[in-house]
């Protein structure tokens, strides 16, 4: 990128002290670095330098820490005298005084932090270079030149920290000659790598409902240890540009921080903080596996805090829902607090602001604040009296303005850079009851108001959100400074999108009002009501989550194939076999006597220990069974192992049965089969088949009702599509009503689970009665995720 012609002057100004041409134009491209160093320059009284204190000028206007900004041109009289005369050094003063802050220090305990005034001989460096090399000889005879020279300046530099560098590497250089003497073409030559061998393999015995592979590793490190201690909350980490040149930096004082502390004891304090406008989702168990994991990984606290600002949204029955699934999700809140409980100091702090001169009452309609934003103008009520101001806003609180004549906002910058610094709506009048508050406020904080003071008046050590809220951070921390209030560690993570479905509350609400669904707890849903409901656990949940980790990364479409893996491999260890048959064709045994009843052992479990009668239940074989009907059909073939007329299939736990005669109907319908069974079991056939027989002569097998479900919607993204609602898959949903199922199965309840097996997992449904058991599929038994690997 070139320099324009009015860039001259401060181009000079840089390649003066020493600079090169390449470094001084690039910092003119920054407009920050452009005016820190500047200010740098100017602090330091110098019309010119060599290029080693230039360069330390440069470092110094790059990376002084922005809480110390009052300590700048001490450091910076250390650089031009010399008596910091090495990046180490400066390196060393800048960590001193990030540790420092705005606060008072003794210069002896600078210097002494920094090495001012320690000089290292080349006599001590040479000695010290020599007794490092010895320490590494054999590494050194083997690698030769290929060292890692870095390496070895590192450990004489740890010995050393305030010797010169260019020194050291220059010792370094001469006596690995001295050793090695010159360099060969070997030397030069890049080390061939090992090739790792390949693990062997283990072969496994296939079982019937086998599970596929673990896929590619996913996160297994410990995810909260990005997140600073408490304590350290001292620092910068958000700047606030205005239009007119000033930053503000955000940063805690000693005094707030101390306080801070000394109310949560140095613990860590987060927040899940939930608007209670609709079911939780998927998303909102990352948000919890976060804020109640950090938590409980360092042995602090987590709020449940109702969002709860806009009352024409939220409603009795969300909050209980929310309270409810966070405890079946496994967490127990420290406290659960709504913003609402905050309304009288949200208020008070208000009325301050207009005080200050930061907050004033505006009359444009939402046409035209939006208008002035977009041009970027100031509303023309912006400037009145603060006495104005406040008049204006009591006479909001007593309801004595009408809804949409008045709001209050926030006197930020609209002409900044960032469009959620242009003076955002603080309070609105809304004369609705409040579904916590009740009838007592008529004006109701914004989220933008309200959030950021919670958290502070809370004590909240770590503030996590989504990265769509990383655009505010910098109203976040204006308002926590114009109010000097303690400022929580702000982190934004991405946030978490799955394929074939929506996860927008608008969406979703838009679903279940207009009846797409059967309410915010369908299977079909990702809402956590709804995987519950389906019969996923919140441990499979969390095994998902955790294998996607904490990240900043975009927010990339996560499979739901990936899910569903998670939700498999708990089901395949925690559900027990069981056998149904969704659509029954009747097979008549007819070499059994027909009041025979024989009672077979079928296995819970495929490993079932066959001393443990637990692990078995009973199942009765009689002259009538049912199979699936795809399990039949008129034309063998080699690739096929169902029943086949003159074909033999063995019945699991039972016998080995061979179809002797086909029974049509009208039309050619196949009515019924004939077979007869070998109770010797000396046939062998290929195909197993599950199977549900009369439990006694002429009595119909125990009838249950089965949901078979698919993705919601055809398209990975519908969120995207204009018409997404056009994109609902219309066979998402498929009901049985008559499916056949074993007799012990009648005991089931609602939240069971089972592998029916060769057909999936299923989950006892809450729908259900003592006279009509119903089923949801959780998942089918075929795995596509840790075949196609981790996407």
């Given at each position: 990128?070139?320099?324009e012609d009015?860039?001259?002057?401060?181009?000079?100004?840089?390649?003066?002290?020493?600079?090169?041409?390449?470094?001084?134009?690039?910092?003119?491209?920054?407009?920050?670095?452009?005016s820190?160093l500047?200010?740098?320059?100017?602090?330091?009284?110098?019309?010119?330098?060599n290029?080693?204190?230039?360069?330390?000028?440069?470092?110094?206007?790059?990376?002084?820490?922005?809480?110390?900004?009052?300590?700048r041109?001490?450091?910076?009289?250390?650089?031009?005298s010399?008596?910091?005369?090495?990046?180490?050094?400066?390196?060393?003063?800048?960590?001193?005084?990030?540790?420092?802050?705005?606060?008072?220090?003794?210069?002896?305990?600078?210097?002494?932090?920094?090495?001012?005034?320690?000089?290292?001989?080349?006599?001590?460096?040479?000695?010290?270079?020599?007794?490092?090399l010895?320490?590494?000889m054999?590494?050194?005879?083997?690698?030769?030149?290929?060292?890692?020279?870095?390496?070895?300046?590192?450990?004489?530099?740890?010995l050393?920290?305030?010797?010169?560098?260019?020194?050291?590497?220059?010792?370094?250089?001469?006596?690995?000659?001295?050793i090695?003497g010159?360099?060969?073409?070997?030397?030069?030559?890049?080390?061939v790598?090992?090739?790792?061998?390949?693990?062997?393999?283990?072969e496994?015995?296939a079982?019937?409902?086998?599970?596929?592979?673990?896929?590619?590793?996913?996160?297994?490190?410990?995810?909260?240890?990005?997140?600073?201690?408490?304590?350290e909350?001292?620092?910068?980490?958000?700047e606030?540009?205005?239009?007119?040149?000033d930053?503000?930096?955000?940063?805690?004082?000693?005094?707030n921080?101390e306080?801070?502390?000394?109310?949560?004891?140095?613990k860590?304090f987060?927040r899940?903080?939930?608007e209670?406008?609709?079911?939780?989702?998927?998303g909102?168990?990352?948000?919890?596996?976060?804020?109640?994991?950090?938590?409980?990984?360092?042995?602090?606290?987590?709020?449940?805090?109702y969002d709860?600002?806009?009352?024409?949204?939220?409603?009795?029955?969300?909050?209980?829902?929310?309270?409810e699934?966070?405890?079946?999700?496994?967490w127990?809140?420290?406290?659960?607090?709504?913003?609402?409980?905050?309304?009288?100091?949200?208020?008070?702090l208000?009325?301050?602001?207009?005080?200050?001169?930061?907050?004033?009452?505006?009359?444009?309609?939402?046409?035209?604040?939006?208008?002035?934003?977009?041009?970027?103008?100031n509303?023309?009520?912006?400037?009145?009296?603060?006495?104005?101001?406040?008049?204006?806003?009591?006479?909001?609180?007593?309801?004595?303005?009408?809804?949409?004549?008045?709001?209050?906002?926030?006197?930020?910058?609209?002409?900044?850079?960032?469009?959620?610094?242009?003076?955002?709506?603080?309070?609105?009048?809304?004369?609705?009851p409040h579904?916590?508050?009740?009838?007592?406020?008529?004006?109701?904080?914004?989220?933008?108001?309200?959030?950021?003071?919670v958290?502070?008046?809370?004590?909240?050590?770590?503030?996590?959100?989504?990265?769509?809220?990383?655009?505010?951070?910098?109203s976040?921390?204006w308002l926590?400074?114009?109010?000097?209030?303690?400022q929580p560690?702000?982190?934004?993570y991405?946030?978490l999108?799955?394929s074939?479905?929506?996860m927008?509350?608008?969406?979703?609400?838009?679903?279940?009002?207009?009846?797409w669904?059967?309410g915010?707890?369908?299977p079909?849903?990702?809402?956590l009501a709804g995987?519950?409901?389906?019969?996923?656990?919140?441990?499979a949940?969390?095994?998902?989550?955790?294998?996607?980790?904490?990240?900043?990364?975009?927010?990339?479409?996560?499979?739901?194939?990936?899910?569903?893996?998670?939700?498999?491999?708990?089901?395949?260890k925690?559900?027990?076999?069981?056998?149904?048959?969704?659509?029954?064709?009747?097979?008549?045994?007819?070499?059994?006597?027909?009041?025979?009843?024989?009672?077979?052992?079928a296995?819970?479990?495929p490993?079932?220990?066959?001393?443990?009668?637990?692990?078995?239940?009973?199942?009765?074989?009689?002259?009538?069974?049912?199979?699936?009907?795809?399990?039949?059909?008129?034309?063998?073939s080699?690739?096929?192992?169902?029943?086949?007329?003159?074909?033999?299939?063995?019945?699991?736990y039972?016998?080995?049965i061979?179809c002797t005669?086909?029974?049509y109907?009208?039309?050619?319908?196949?009515?019924?089969?004939?077979?007869?069974y070998?109770?010797?079991?000396?046939?062998?056939?290929?195909?197993?088949?599950?199977w549900?027989?009369q439990p006694?002569?002429?009595?119909?097998?125990?009838?249950?009702e089965?949901?078979?479900?698919?993705k919601?919607?055809?398209?990975?993204?519908?969120?995207?599509?204009?018409?997404?609602?056009?994109?609902?898959?219309p066979?998402?949903?498929?009901?049985?009503?008559?499916?056949?199922?074993?007799?012990?199965?009648?005991?089931a309840?609602?939240?069971?689970?089972?592998?029916f097996?060769r057909?999936g997992?299923?989950a006892?449904d809450?729908?259900?009665?003592?006279g009509?058991?119903?089923?949801?599929?959780?998942i089918?038994?075929?795995?596509?995720?840790?075949?196609?690997?981790?996407?």
């Amino acid at each position: 990128m070139g320099v324009e012609d009015g860039d001259s002057k401060p181009l000079d100004l840089f390649l003066s002290i020493g600079l090169d041409k390449r470094t001084a134009e690039n910092a003119l491209v920054n407009q920050k670095v452009t005016s820190n160093l500047t200010a740098v320059i100017k602090e330091a009284g110098i019309d010119g330098c060599n290029k080693t204190i230039g360069n330390l000028l440069y470092m110094v206007a790059t990376k002084h820490p922005a809480n110390a900004l009052i300590h700048r041109p001490t450091v910076v009289q250390y650089v031009v005298s010399s008596k910091i005369k090495n990046p180490a050094q400066l390196d060393a003063a800048l960590s001193f005084l990030g540790t420092v802050g705005p606060e008072t220090f003794k210069l002896s305990d600078f210097e002494e932090a920094c090495g001012v005034g320690v000089e290292v001989s080349i006599e001590e460096i040479q000695s010290t270079v020599t007794a490092v090399l010895e320490e590494n000889m054999n590494a050194i005879l083997e690698q030769r030149y290929r060292i890692n020279v870095g390496n070895l300046c590192g450990q004489v530099r740890k010995l050393h920290p305030w010797s010169d560098a260019k020194i050291v590497k220059e010792v370094i250089d001469e006596k690995l000659h001295g050793i090695l003497g010159e360099r060969t073409a070997d030397d030069d030559k890049k080390p061939v790598k090992k090739k790792k061998e390949k693990p062997a393999k283990v072969e496994e015995q296939a079982k019937s409902d086998a599970v596929a592979s673990v896929p590619a590793v996913e996160e297994e490190a410990n995810p909260y240890s990005i997140f600073p201690e408490p304590a350290e909350n001292y620092k910068v980490h958000t700047e606030i540009f205005f239009s007119n040149g000033d930053i503000w930096r955000a940063h805690n004082t000693k005094e707030n921080l101390e306080r801070h502390l000394k109310f949560t004891g140095g613990k860590v304090f987060t927040r899940f903080p939930p608007e209670p406008n609709g079911y939780l989702h998927i998303g909102h168990a990352k948000a919890m596996f976060i804020n109640f994991g950090l938590a409980k990984e360092r042995g602090g606290c987590c709020y449940l805090r109702y969002d709860d600002t806009n009352p024409e949204a939220e409603k009795r029955e969300y909050i209980e829902h929310i309270q409810e699934i966070v405890q079946w999700m496994g967490w127990q809140p420290f406290k659960v607090t709504h913003t609402s409980d905050y309304f009288q100091e949200l208020y008070d702090l208000a009325v301050k602001l207009i005080s200050k001169g930061l907050a004033y009452v505006d009359h444009q309609t939402p046409e035209e604040v939006k208008e002035y934003r977009e041009k970027q103008m100031n509303s023309p009520w912006r400037d009145r009296p603060i006495a104005e101001s406040l008049k204006l806003f009591e006479d909001m609180r007593r309801g004595l303005i009408d809804e949409g004549k008045a709001t209050l906002r926030l006197k930020q910058d609209m002409q900044s850079d960032n469009k959620n610094m242009y003076d955002l709506i603080a309070y609105r009048i809304k004369f609705t009851p409040h579904p916590h508050a009740g009838d007592k406020w008529c004006i109701y904080p914004s989220y933008d108001f309200s959030h950021c003071i919670v958290d502070s008046l809370e004590n909240i050590t770590h503030s996590l959100c989504t990265l769509e809220f990383e655009i505010r951070r910098p109203s976040y921390y204006w308002l926590l400074l114009a109010l000097d209030l303690y400022q929580p560690y702000v982190w934004e993570y991405s946030r978490l999108n799955i394929s074939n479905t929506v996860m927008s509350k608008r969406k979703l609400n838009r679903l279940v009002t207009e009846k797409w669904v059967d309410g915010w707890d369908d299977p079909r849903l990702m809402t956590l009501a709804g995987l519950r409901r389906r019969g996923v656990s919140s441990t499979a949940i969390y095994s998902f989550i955790r294998g996607i980790g904490i990240t900043r990364s975009d927010n990339s479409m996560i499979r739901v194939d990936r899910l569903e893996y998670h939700i498999r491999e708990e089901l395949n260890k925690t559900a027990s076999r069981t056998m149904v048959v969704l659509h029954p064709l009747k097979v008549v045994i007819t070499n059994l006597d027909s009041g025979s009843v024989i009672d077979l052992d079928a296995k819970k479990w495929p490993d079932a220990p066959s001393d443990d009668s637990s692990s078995y239940y009973k199942v009765p074989f009689t002259n009538v069974v049912y199979i699936e009907q795809s399990d039949f059909r008129l034309k063998d073939s080699k690739d096929y192992y169902g029943l086949a007329p003159g074909k033999s299939v063995l019945l699991r736990y039972a016998f080995p049965i061979k179809c002797t005669e086909v029974i049509y109907g009208n039309n050619d319908t196949i009515l019924e089969i004939h077979a007869e069974y070998d109770p010797s079991k000396k046939t062998k056939p290929k195909g197993v088949l599950h199977w549900v027989a009369q439990p006694s002569p002429g009595v119909e097998p125990l009838k249950v009702e089965v949901r078979l479900f698919e993705k919601l919607f055809i398209s990975e993204n519908p969120g995207e599509l204009e018409d997404w609602l056009a994109d609902l898959n219309p066979h998402s949903k498929e009901v049985i009503p008559e499916a056949y199922a074993v007799p012990s199965l009648a005991s089931a309840v609602a939240g069971d689970k089972f592998q029916f097996e060769r057909m999936g997992y299923f989950a006892v449904d809450p729908d259900s009665t003592p006279g009509k058991l119903v089923f949801n599929r959780t998942i089918p038994l075929r795995d596509s995720y840790s075949k196609v690997g981790n996407k």
